[in-house]
C-alpha cells in the first residue's frame, strides 16, 4: 500500500534515542550463540533483519528470550547445536546470510539456507569462494553464487587471504569460519571496513591481532557468554542528522548513537559539507564507542567522496545524496560500486527516485554526481524494497514542495521499526 507523505513546512526539534545498532545487534545474537554459557544483551534492535537471525538459531536449538531491548542467549556453545529440521530463513538480511555461511561451514551440521527475494539475487561467492578454500562443501546456484545454498560442515582449515572487495560480511565470514579451524588465519582488506566483529570477539574473550589492514586470528578458541550493550546505530541516526541540516528552522539532539571510527564517515561528510553538527563523547561500552550528536540547520556546500571513506559510510550513501541536492555546488560519489549489490541497485535507485523529485542527479560506473542547491517537488516513489530508500524518500518529503508517496512502507522495519514514530515526534 502507498504512503503518502505530506508535511507542511515543518521544522524539526527535539530529541531521539537513537535505537540498536543492525550490525551490532545481529553479532551478539551470533557471538552470544557461538559461546558456552549466557550472554545478556541491552539495546537489542528488534528489526526484521535481526529477528531473522534470532529465527535461525532457535532453528539451531540456541535459547533465546526477548523482552523488549533486552535479549537473553544461552547456549552450550556451537558443537551443542543440533541440526535444523527446516531451512534456515534469513529475509532481506546479507549480514545474516553471509555470517551464517561462515558460522555453518564449520560446524559439525548439514543446513540449508534462504532469504527473500533481494537476498536470493545478491552475491554470495565472495563468502564461499574463500570458505571453500578453508575445506567448506556448499551446493547452490552458479557455484554457490546465489542462495538457496546447502552445506554439508567440515573441520576447516586456516587460510592465508587478501580481499578483493572492502566488506565487512566477508571479511566476519571468514574470520567466524577461522574461530572453528585449524591454524593461524590471516586475512588482509583493501580498505578498512567496520571492525564490530574483531571488537566483538574479544568482548566474548577471542585473542587477535589486528595490524593496519591484516588481520591474526588462531583458530580453537572457545568464546565465553557475556553481557553487551548495543549502541545506536549511526546509520539509522545519518537520516535524522541529514534532516535537521536541511529542513529550516531545525536543532535535533541523537542521543546513545555508536561513534565507532570505522562508521562515523557520514559526521566527517557533514562536516566537509560545512553542517552544523557536533558530537559529544560520551563513553565506551563493550568495545565501542557512544556518545551524542547535535545537529542544526546548515548552508551545505558540495564535496567529493570516495576511496578509503567509501567503506565508513557505505550504508548512507542515498542519504547523502538527498544532502547533496540542497548543497551549492557539485557533489562527486565515487568509488562505490558495492551499491550495485546491497539490497537493491542502490546507484540507480537513488538516481532514478531523487530525479523523479526534480534533482539534478547523474549516475556513473562508480557512483553519481549531483548538482545543487535544487528546489524538490514531489513524486510516486518506489522503494524497491529497501529500507534505506524508503527512508531517503521520506527525508525528502520534509522539504519537497508538494507530496512525496513511497510504494513500501513496511520494507523500512528491516533496521528502523519505528522511524515514523520517531519523524512525528520531532515535526513541530
Ligand atoms: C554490514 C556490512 C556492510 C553494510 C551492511 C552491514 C555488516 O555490508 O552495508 O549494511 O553488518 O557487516 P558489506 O559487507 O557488503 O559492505
Redesign the pocket.
Known amino acids: 500500500m502507498r504512503k503518502i507523505l505530506d508535511y507542511a513546512q515543518p521544522s524539526l526539534q527535539g530529541t531521539l534515542r537513537i535505537p540498536g545498532d543492525?550490525?551490532v545487534s545481529?553479532?551478539s545474537i551470533m557471538f552470544g550463540s557461538i559461546a558456552k554459557g549466557e550472554t545478556t544483551i541491552e539495546g537489542f534492535l528488534q528489526s526484521d533483519d535481526c529477528l531473522a537471525t534470532i529465527d535461525c538459531f532457535t532453528k539451531l536449538g540456541v535459547e533465546i528470550l526477548i523482552d523488549g531491548e533486552n535479549v537473553q542467549v544461552k547456549s552450550n556453545g556451537i558443537d551443542a547445536w543440533k541440526e535444523p529440521s527446516d531451512i534456515l530463513y534469513t529475509g532481506n538480511s546479507?549480514?545474516t546470510t553471509?555470517?551464517m555461511l561462515g558460522i555453518l561451514a564449520g560446524s559439525n551440521l548439514t543446513t540449508v539456507l534462504i532469504g527473500d527475494e533481494s537476498i536470493q539475487k545478491r552475491p554470495m561467492k565472495r563468502v564461499t569462494a574463500p570458505l571453500k578454500k578453508m575445506g567448506a562443501h556448499f551446493i547452490g546456484r552458479e557455484d554457490a553464487q546465489f542462495t538457496p545454498i546447502a552445506m554439508e560442515g567440515k573441520k576447516l582449515q586456516a587460510i592465508h587471504y587478501k580481499m578483493p572487495?572492502?566488506?565487512?560480511?566477508?571479511?566476519?565470514a571468514i574470520l567466524l569460519a577461522a574461530l572453528n579451524a585449524e591454524g593461524e588465519t590471516i586475512l588482509t582488506e583493501i580498505e578498512i571496513?567496520?571492525d564490530?566483529?574483531e571488537k566483538m570477539l574479544r568482548h566474548f574473550g577471542a585473542d587477535l591481532t589486528v595490524e593496519d589492514k591484516t588481520i591474526y586470528l588462531t583458530g580453537g578458541q572457545k568464546l565465553t557468554g557475556t553481557h553487551v550493550v548495543v549502541p545506536g546505530d549511526i546509520?539509522s541516526a545519518a537520516f535524522f542528522l541529514a534532516a535537521g541540516s536541511i529542513v529550516p528552522n531545525s536543532k535535533l539532539v541523537l542521543q546513545n548513537v555508536g561513534l565507532n571510527p570505522t562508521r562515523t564517515g557520514i559526521v566527517d561528510v557533514l562536516k566537509e559539507m560545512g553542517a552544523n553538527v557536533s558530537i559529544l563523547e560520551l563513553d565506551n561500552v563493550s568495545h565501542e564507542e557512544i556518545g551524542d550528536i547535535t545537529v542544526e540547520t546548515s548552508e551545505l556546500k558540495g564535496t567529493e567522496i570516495g576511496g578509503d571513506l567509501i567503506?565508513r559510510l557505505?550504508?548512507e550513501i542515498p542519504i547523502i545524496a538527498l544532502l547533496a541536492t540542497q548543497a551549492t555546488g557539485k557533489t562527486i560519489i565515487k568509488d562505490a560500486e558495492?551499491l550495485k549489490?546491497?539490497e537493491t541497485n542502490r546507484i540507480d535507485a537513488v538516481v532514478n527516485e531523487l530525479k523523479k523529485l526534480g534533482a539534478n542527479i547523474t549516475a556513473t560506473a562508480d557512483g553519481m554526481i549531483i548538482e545543487g542547491p535544487t528546489p524538490l517537488h514531489g513524486g510516486d516513489i518506489d522503494t524497491y524494497g529497501d529500507h534505506r530508500i524508503g527512508m531517503m524518500a521520506a527525508i525528502a518529503s520534509l522539504i519537497t514542495s508538494t507530496a512525496v508517496t513511497i510504494d513500501n512502507e513496511n520494507c523500512i522495519a528491516v533496521s528502523y521499526p519505528n522511524f515514523f514514530e520517531h519523524l512525528l515526534s520531532v515535526i513541530k
Open positions: 543492525k550490525s545481529h553479532r546479507g549480514t553471509r555470517l572487495v572492502a566488506s565487512a560480511q566477508v571479511k566476519s571496513s567496520r564490530h566483529t546509520s567503506p557505505i550504508d558495492e549489490v546491497k
